[in-house]
């Protein structure tokens, strides 16, 4: 099963058979997943063979290791595999050059001719077995598949005598049908080629103070494992011990390394660089984040985009109707031209080779595993082709606040003593009781002020207002507006500084004895460094990205200026931003969402694309959208934007070509001016350029820019 060609034939054999559920390709590894009745598996199986396929039924452990990181598909007895298919196309070559010569040096002699037509019979038997096989079986079955008429017409040229021609098209077709699945794989596997990361063993701690060397499959929830510097992450877990900088790039496509301490997260297949780790286990082999990036993946690559189910649709009308024509002219060229039998035929036998499909079919799924691999490399995983297709036509993206467009904690971002207080006593006592209190705007002030502050005596929390205990002798005050508000220290001059920090979309936090307020902290949710390249992506794309949140409108309209955002929605629920949804795509047209994809899973869904953002390890948000970013940068959906245009580009050049070579040698085989080595090289050679087409996907594109 190479293509998706050969998939829609077993798709078509298998409607016939009675209790099966749903079928699971996977043109990846070459494997069929049948969910079916018990008493249908064995009518499917011969549903198959009768197809002119090799069903090999397989176990769960063999599936699993034919579909890990660095497996290829096949193996040395598959026809595109290393060793016996390309010796195999070589020898065939071989013989039919040797027809070749014999035909043209030899004299025209029966014993001359005898031994060109065995030479040419051994290389149409080593090129084309498999050929013949899938071809006769199409054509009892009423198809005409690229097989099908390539049997035919090699078989036609044998018999009308230009045995030569036949066996060198033969095996120029099969070698160029090696090439370009090795091509295709090379598509298919990208990927699993950058993945092929995961080491195969652990260094696991055992009793006592002992480490062991363990396959990372027995490896235990909550084990502790050892990484060198150097050595790549075997398993997903959570930093125990030690410090280092780890290159995230191959889960999250971030290009710079990332500083882990204790608690922090890491991921199978990342490289630890420069300190050795501890680390605890919070995730079994198969279930990694390394290992779901490769499912959605290969479940993705199973897929069907709109593009390709177009063009197998056509296909399916093309190739009967240029099977009719061929027949036409074998039939009426003699009786309408002044023409042989002979040369009807063999114009006949050409038009058959050129209307081979192969180029038109395989244009369409190799460009788009391309760009989903691409997008699988810079840390985006695009659920399937559709998806992948449908981005370039989004018009507006709504964005999520937090987490999305800030960086989703709260930070100290200003400190001010007040009325002339002395600036080093005002932080060691806010660092005092901030320390004592687990509050994230406490624990902001704490991280921010990082100053060491003295014992606490009677402390107590006022909920809803903030704390209060005695600091260095003196009954201290650590709360909000309302707090100082109720204890009366607010002045008119205070009242205004807080409605400006207020307006910001700020967090206030006031330090206050008996007296009255000592000093002022300013907590607020920063914007991410990428936020303002992010929206300024999308605009140049034609994009608008509008903010939506459930914040109040104040703080909505402060980090929509700050990140270029001239549209923003504030205090929204669940349900109203799925309405905003609704509103955005009457009045724009296609509309994406971007979010956490938890709390922003019903608007994830209402869009036209979801997309998830800062899902590296989250299993719900992989499950809401349609598109994961695996990182937290924003810029990454422009990109996705960029791509999905590239990639539809592509594959429209890619049906030209295939479309506008053949269309050329019609005209020409119909004129006479084309022979059967013209229209294989028309065929296989339009294959080749589309594949090659396909691939540059694989390459880094240009970064994103208005387009038409």
């Known amino acids: 099963m190479d293509c998706s060609a050969e998939e829609a034939e077993i798709r078509r054999a298998l409607d016939a058979v009675p209790g099966i559920k749903s079928l699971g390709f996977q043109l990846g590894t070459r494997s069929l997943r049948i969910d079916a009745d018990a008493s249908s598996f064995a009518p499917a199986l011969e549903a198959i063979r009768k197809a002119g396929f090799d069903p090999q039924p397989l176990e769960p452990a063999d599936l699993a290791a034919r579909a890990g990181p660095g497996a290829q598909p096949g193996g040395p007895e598959d026809e595109h595999g290393p060793g016996t298919g390309l010796t195999r196309m070589g020898c065939a070559l071989l013989f039919a050059i040797a027809a070749e010569a014999v035909s043209f040096l030899a004299p025209d002699v029966s014993i001359w ?8 019979a051994i290389a149409i038997w080593l090129a084309g077995l498999d050929v013949y096989k899938k071809g006769v079986t199409a054509l009892l079955r009423g198809k005409l598949n690229i097989n099908a008429l390539m049997s035919v017409a090699v078989t036609g040229a044998f018999l009308i005598g230009e045995w030569p021609e036949a066996a ?41 103070a002992s480490w062991s060397e363990m396959a990372v499959s027995q490896v235990p929830l909550g084990a502790t494992i050892r990484v060198k510097p150097g050595e790549r992450m075997p398993l997903d877990g959570v930093i125990t011990r030690g410090e280092s900088a780890v290159n995230q790039a191959p889960i999250t496509g971030e290009s710079i390394p990332v500083d882990k301490a ?19 286990v919070t995730a079994a082999s198969a279930n990694t984040t390394l290992a779901r990036i490769i499912h959605a993946v290969e479940q993705a690559q199973g897929t069907r985009a709109p593009t390709q189910r177009f063009v197998d649709r056509f296909a399916a009308i093309y190739t009967p109707a240029v099977f009719a024509l061929a027949i036409a002219t074998a039939a009426l060229l003699p009786i309408l031209a002044d023409s042989t039998w002979l040369d009807a035929m063999y114009k006949a036998l050409v038009l058959l080779v050129i209307a081979c499909p192969c180029a038109l079919v395989i244009s369409t799924p190799v460009t788009v595993v391309s760009g989903l691999s691409a997008a699988a490399r810079r840390g985006i995983l695009v659920k399937g082709g559709t998806f992948l297709e449908q981005a370039r036509l989004l018009k507006a993206v709504a964005l999520d606040k937090t987490g999305t467009i ?10 001010r003593v007040w009325n002339s207080h002395d600036e080093s006593r005002a932080k060691r006592l806010a660092s005092a009781l901030a320390s004592r209190s687990d509050h994230p705007v406490s624990m902001a002030i704490a991280q921010g002020l990082a100053a060491q502050g003295p014992d606490v005596q009677d402390f107590k929390a006022l909920p809803g207002r903030g704390v209060q205990g005695v600091v260095e002798g003196e009954e201290t005050l650590l709360g909000n507006h309302r707090l100082m508000h109720e204890r009366g220290l607010c002045g008119v001059e205070l009242e205004s500084e807080l409605a400006r920090h207020e307006a910001q979309g700020r967090t206030i936090t006031l330090l206050a004895s008996p007296a009255g307020v000592v000093a002022l902290f300013a907590v607020a949710d920063t914007i991410k460094e990428t936020s303002r390249a992010a929206v300024a992506d999308l605009r140049r794309l034609g994009v608008e990205p509008i903010m939506l949140t459930g914040d109040n409108p104040a703080t909505a309209r402060s980090i929509a200026a700050q990140a270029g955002i001239s549209q923003a929605q504030g205090d929204l629920l669940p349900e109203a931003k799925m309405q905003a949804i609704d509103d955005l795509r009457a009045r724009y047209g296609a509309v994406g969402m971007t979010g956490d994809g938890i709390n922003d899973a019903p608007a994830l869904a209402q869009a036209d694309i979801g997309f998830a953002m800062g899902a590296a390890g989250t299993d719900t948000a992989m499950e809401a959208a349609d598109v994961v970013i695996m990182n937290d940068d924003l810029r990454r959906v422009a990109e996705t934007v960029h791509l999905s245009r590239r990639t539809h580009g592509v594959l429209w050049q890619n049906i030209a070509i ?11 085989a119909v004129a006479g001016s084309a022979s059967m080595w013209m229209a294989v090289f028309a065929d296989m050679g339009a294959s080749l350029i589309v594949v090659a087409n396909g691939l540059r996907l694989l390459r880094p594109a240009a970064p994103p820019s208005k387009e038409g």
């Open 168 to 208: 060198m098209v033969m095996a120029l077709y099969a070698l160029a049908e090696l090439i370009e699945a090795r091509a295709v794989d090379r598509a298919r596997n990208s990927i699993k080629g950058l993945l092929e990361m995961a080491p195969e063993t652990a260094l696991v701690r055992a009793a006592g």
């Open 406 to 415: 800030t960086e989703g904690k709260p930070r100290l971002v200003e400190f």
């Open 262 to 280: 204790p608690g922090a997260p890491v991921f199978a297949g990342t490289i630890n660089e420069t300190g050795e780790l501890e680390v605890r």
């Open 658 to 668: 295939a479309l506008g070579i053949k269309s050329v040698f019609l005209v020409w």
């Open 113 to 120: 001719n005898a031994a060109g037509m065995a030479l040419a």
